[in-house]
T-cell receptor, first 114, second 114 residues
Framework: NAGVTQTPKFRILKIGQSMTLQCTQD?????MYWYRQDPGMGLKLIYY???????DKGEVPNGYNVSRSTTEDFPLRLELAAPSQTSVYFC?????????????FGEGSRLTVL | AQSVTQLGSHVSVSEGALVLLRCNYS??????LFWYVQYPNQGLQLLLK??????LVKGINGFEAEFKKSETSFHLTKPSAHMSDAAEYFC????????????FGTGTKLQVIP
């Protein structure tokens, strides 16, 4: 039972390239989230999903896209990477009963755009 | 709208001393409040949560926090710091209604001095 698995853990991209960050959960929870973490800024919500086929924008969605075709997977796609997207990305699932906002995080994916 | 303010981006304490990390929140509806801890190169882990039951909440590793509505505060304390407590701590808020997105503070790095 791995919980939340993110791949890759590290990646270097060139400006203008595209890539997908993968997130897979084995805990069968409906709510899934993508956050980015920048030094001194805390975590900012990029996109979230309340179930398969349902996604919505968070605070900082520009430059990103998501899909949720299954309960288990919630990939985050970066199109036309920019240096401003250099960050650590965390996928999380909502685990609280009745959903109170309790989150369980993956270990993160560190992305550098040069 | 909801928000969280953490006072002090860096806090240093001596081993064995009291730990006090400050968090103030803003929410238009009754909030759920959380403290998360992040060790280097890891994801965030839930330390404790307030979900409208007891105002004094006990968490893992000897930490506790008290919800004070009149002060809109949720400060994190531990009577005696241990070297292993050195980490970054994030206060977070979510609220009832909608899809319950979680808003994080900017974090406080705790240094424990031997």
């Amino acid at each position: 039972n791995a919980g939340v698995t993110q791949t890759p853990k590290f990646r270097i991209l060139k400006i203008g390239q595209s890539m997908t960050l993968q997130c897979t959960q084995d805990m069968n929870h409906n709510y899934m989230y993508w956050y980015r973490q920048d030094p001194g800024m805390g975590l900012k919500l990029i996109y979230y999903s309340v179930g398969a086929g349902i996604t919505d924008k968070g605070e900082v969605p520009n430059g990103y896209n998501v899909s949720r075709s299954t309960t288990e997977d919630f990939p985050l796609r970066l199109e036309l990477a920019a240096p401003s997207q250099t960050s650590v990305y965390f996928c999380a699932i909502g685990t609280g009963t009745g959903y109170t906002g309790e989150l369980f995080f993956g270990e993160g994916s560190r992305l550098t755009v040069l | 709208a909801q928000s969280v303010t953490q006072l002090g981006s860096h806090v240093s304490v001596s081993e064995g001393a009291l730990v006090l990390l400050r968090c103030n929140y803003s929410s238009s509806v009754p909030p759920y409040l959380f403290w998360y801890v992040q060790y280097p190169n890891q994801g965030l882990q839930l330390l404790l949560k307030y979900t409208s039951a007891a105002t004094l909440v006990k968490g893992i590793n000897g930490f506790e926090a008290e919800f004070k509505k009149s002060e809109t505060s949720f400060h994190l304390t531990k009577p005696s710091a241990h070297m292993s407590d050195a980490a970054e701590y994030f206060c977070a808020v979510s609220s009832l209604g909608g899809y319950q997105k979680v808003t994080f503070g900017t974090g406080t790095k705790l240094q424990v001095i031997p």
